[in-house]
């Protein structure tokens, strides 16, 4: 059997004209027709029989030759609601971008889908591919786990990865236990009373309420956070009012709460919404906390880890390795990590030119599309490894 990292690179080309069609053709949320169709097409053209199981979340069943068990392999495929900053000829031709390379993740995806079926006469088991929609919001894998993406066949295990700016091509990060941050995005409300403002002992001012909420908020991390744990509480949106000389009737704060510790993240929470609640009381006022996203860690599972990493130097001499990466982004690729044993990894995608390398989700970002072969490479020969390491 041809090594996956040559067979990758024999279809490079085929998978980066995919990529760029995906690229041309951004979409948000979840609301990709065209993204879908297209997957669904080159799916069908491997004969394979892709199934919509939530709007636009699209499941397709490699089925091995032999019996055993399933792995699932997960690609986003939304892009974000910005403009680009560049000269590509392959540019966003839509209102939107793939500035987190999503569309590099379904290439990726594809490229793993097609060498799998060209060896499903020795696959012992099945691979299920996930493309999801809707990560960027944090509702595409709850939906699709709602509309059965863990059944027929049952999932046993899971592997995702991302593609990172920060990291040069071939290198390979990762870490046992948590990986990425959790995130609870909020809305808090907070109700005052209206009047003038040479006036303001006839009202409750809410600006005022909704700073000292802002300021309290800040020490439950300098004080009440472990030391030896992380966390961080952002505000980034604070609105009220629509003239100078008026105190309104409320005060609206918008932000999100991260953190790794499952039991920390709880404490925190607990905490969070009394502090709202009785800082506004302290001042007549009252606050509504509104909860917009709780998305939870990451966790990659050490033993499945270890075999991987073992998968990935059969694979290649050639991958460096970071085997600590923490980062505090979020993805709810992690409610699937709760459910069976999982892994992440990420992609090292930085451009050539040192110049060109800006963060994901910049409009200036410029992805390497060399590591569209290793990632699809990866998927392929992790999943096909680990489902004979796996044979009932």
Known sequence: MKNFIERANEIKQELVEIRRYLHEHAEIGDNLPVTTQYVMEQLTNL??????????????????????????????????PMQENNTL????????????????????LLGAARMLTEHRENLIGNVKLMFQPAEEIFTGSAAMLKNGLMDSPQVDAAIDMHVMTEQACNTISCRSGF?????????ITVKGKGCHGAQPQNGIDPINVAAHILISMQELIARETPPSKLAVLTIGNLSAGTTPNIIPETAV?????????KDLRAYLFKRFNEM???????????????????????????EMMEQCIGYLKELS????????????????YARITELVPSIFFAIGA?????????????????????????GAAIFAHCAYRWLADHAE
């Open 276 to 302: 709202a609640i009785y800082t506004a009381k302290a001042f007549g006022a009252e606050a509504e906390v509104e909860i917009l996203s709780d998305v939870p860690s990451i966790y990659a599972n050490p």
């Open 350 to 374: 930085a451009p050539e030119n040192p110049e060109l390398i800006f963060p994901n989700h910049n409009p200036n970002v410029i992805f390497n599309e060399s590591c569209i072969p290793v």
């Open 253 to 261: 704060m918008q932000g999100t709460m991260r953190c790794y510790d």
């Open 47 to 80: 004969g394979l029989e892709p199934k919509e199981i939530c709007k636009f979340g699209i499941t397709a069943v490699i089925k091995g030759g032999k019996p055993g068990k399933t792995i699932l392999l997960r690609a986003d495929m939304d892009a974000l």
């Open 317 to 332: 001499d050639c991958f460096a390795y970071d085997y600590d990466y923490l980062v505090t982004a979020s993805d709810d």
């Open 89 to 108: 000829p392959f540019r966003s031709q839509t209102n939107h971008a793939h500035t987190c390379g999503h569309d590099l993740h379904t290439a990726m």
């Open 179 to 187: 990986v990425t941050a959790s995130c609870d995005g909020f809305k």
